[in-house]
Structures are given as C-alpha cells and as structure tokens.
C-alpha cells in the first residue's frame, strides 16, 4: 500500500513538471514524419544529471520500427475461439499439473541459468513450441518473441494468503511431483512492422470499465503434454491515416531530461516506439469484447527504474542496484512483464498519466491527425 501511495505521488509530480515543460515550450513547435523523426533520432538517449548527492548517467539504445511510416489505426479483436468466452485460446495441455500461480505454490524465477530447474527441456524447445501451437491453431497474424525465462520447481507457501510470496515460501526443497521448473515465453503482435505495447497501463478502474486493451500471448510451457497458451490479438478495421505526424523527438527528451533533474527517473534501460490501444468510443464492462473498436497510438515507453520514494521525506534507495543480485532478478521480472515503465504520447508529446481518475482508455481524435 505504501509503494501504491508512492505511485500515486511519483504520477502527480509528473503531471506537475509536465505543466511547467509546457509552460516553457516553443508554441512555434511543429509535429514531423516518422521518416524525418528516424532520420534526426539519434541511436541513444544520452544525459547526466544530479540529485542530491547521487549522480544519475543515462546512454539508452532507442529502439523504432523498422518502417517508412506509422499509420493511425482502427482495430478490433479477433475471436478465435467463442467456447472461452471470446477472450483467448487455452491450449489443451494438462494444465493443472502447471500449479501456476495459485494460493499453495508458486515458482522462483531462476537468475543464475536459462534452463529450468531439473528439466530436460532446452530454452529453445520452449520457443519452438509456441511456433508450433501458434500454426496448429491456425494463427497467422505477425508476433514476435519479446522475451523467455525459466522458473524453479514450485514451493509451498506456509501463508496461502501472503501478498509476498518469496518472502513467505518454504525453500528449503520443492514440493513433491512439482521439482521440475517451466518456461515462460511473451510474445508482442506487430502492426505493420510495430509492436503493440502488451502490458496494462493505467491503475484505476471503475466497476463497469473495461480493462485496458493488451493484446496476450504468452506461454507456460512445462513439457508436450503440459502447457498453458493465452492468446489475444487484433485486426485492422481501418487506416484513419496512413503516415500519421508525430510530435518532434526533442519534446520527447525535454520530457525525460525534466523527470530526471527531478529525480524520478533513476535509470533509463531502453526507449521504444510503439503502439498503445485505446477505445475509439465509450465502453461497458458488460459490452461483448467482439463489439470494441480500439485505436493504435503510436506511444514512446521509457523502461527502466523510477524513484517511487523520490518526495517521501526517506533517505531512499537511490540505486536498487547495489545488490548486484536483486539487480538481476528485477532486470528479468521487467524483461519477462514489461513493468516499470512510463509512456509518452508519440502524437502530443504529452505524458500518459498512468494514475489518471477515471483512465483515459478512450482516445479522443481531434480530427488533425
């Protein structure tokens, strides 16, 4: 709860330097081609900075689409499968035997090997497998592994109810019949040569709010015979705009170069241009999924480590990677979820506020782009 509040006050600080970035930038600022955009982008995101006494040196490999242009999107889901409630496809493995993230065990990731623990699987049997389940299930749309990692064998945990369950786990040895670890392996949808972002964004939700739109798929994969396959993904309806205008990368570095001189940003991993959906209209919870129509936003992601505690009154942590081991595992929890990021909206250049009340699901076109 207490990291929840930090959140909140990290998201609030942002808007606040945001307003006063704004207050400060040229009115003369015009937006730009993608073409132009990746043509003046430099390979990195480079600055130095100091809080305090902790000096803060960023060199982040920026990462864009390998394309000529970005369209501005109109998508709907595809429904593969109405026998699981036109979410996704749960493949047909004995998936109880995963054990997976339930009140009685739960699994460790492994920071010292990519082969799961006691298993004969290889890292690459995982990969291939998510291939061949993908082809089986006649999907044929453009995804691409984004990351894979191995777990432990599973544990139990004394406490079924413990919100930390590496702090409460009995790890003296695994539990009976479930010694052998699995493979997690994420994948991103590609729209014309760019990712879709898969990772929820905003923290609020309202009862009757749908939930952000993420495309999933992703695979636990223990052997053949047991495996479980989330799988979610959209179609265009429609090009709104085939070459959408962006806002100028140097709005974008202002933004990050702000959050840093005010200590909220504490390391920069890498900086991607992608899509982020939306809803086009307003939205019911009880409204069938078939029936959203989602826009792509072309969307800046910044991953790396924000400083929740940055105005909490503590002498902070301001290097969580002095534990060269905590480090490690942090780094391979981001690469497998995605977390710990912040977004900046490619069209305005304006942040995404990720604790917005009510969140701002819907997009709203202003009919310029």
Sequence with gaps: MKRFHFIRFLCCTFCCALSILQCFSSQAEQSQSYSTLRTECPDAFQYSTTVGNAVINVDAPILLPDTHSIPLLRLRWIMYDEAYNNRRIISAGNT?????????????????????????????????????????????????????????GMYAIPNGSATDEAAFMRQNKPVKGYEKGMYIVRARQYLFGIPIFFTSYFQYSNENEPEDPCPTISLSYLDKDNYHLEYSVVSVESIITENVALAP??????????????????????????????YEND?????????????????????????????????????????????????????????????????TGDFVDMSANPAPRVYRLTGDE
Aim: with cysteine.
């Design 249 to 278: 990368f140097t709005k974008i570095c202002d933004q990050i170069k702000l959050f840093m001189d005010l200590g909220l940003i504490h390391r920069i991993d890498k900086i991607e241009l992608g899509y982020m959906l939306y």
């Design 96 to 152: 109880s035997d995963l054990a997976m993230h339930n009140n009685i065990y739960y699994s460790r990731f492994i920071i010292a090997s990519d082969q799961a623990s006691g298993s004969d699987i290889l890292p690459e049997e995982a990969a291939n497998a998510l291939e061949q389940l993908r082809k089986a299930n006649g999907i044929s749309e453009d995804i691409r592994i984004w990351a894979q990692y191995a777990t432990s």
């Design 283 to 347: 939205v019911h919870a009880s409204t069938p999924r078939a029936e959203y129509i989602m826009l792509a936003i072309p969307t800046w992601t910044i991953y790396g480590y924000f400083n929740y505690a940055a105005f909490s009154g503590e002498t902070e942590t301001f290097r969580e990677d002095n534990n060269a081991d905590q480090r490690i595992i942090n780094e391979k929890v981001r690469a497998v979820w995605g977390n710990d990021c912040m977004r900046i909206d490619a069209l």
